[in-house]
């Protein structure tokens, strides 16, 4: 449906063309013309019209109480980190039960 509707204005020129080819009449080529003209005047805008009104932002106000957390992970030491495998390697894989 939506490209018949943008077919209209070719339609109305290749008819309109036609027509003045065929009559050598200029009111047929003028009526052509101003056929456009009144279809795009009709055509629905779907522009914005006028003024849109924008809500304020509201301004950041930070709590009195908000400190600074500091949540990035911290190095593990080696030896935890050399415990942590020997543990890992007795209890085996995961997916053993």
Known sequence: MVLLINLIPLVIVLVGGFMTYKKRKLWIAIATILALIIYFKAQPSYMPKGDIQRSE?????APANAAIEDRNRKPVPVEERRQ???????RGPAFRQ
């Open 57 to 61: 932002i509201p301004e950041f106000t």
């Open 84 to 90: 942590q495998m020997r543990e890992d390697v007795q």
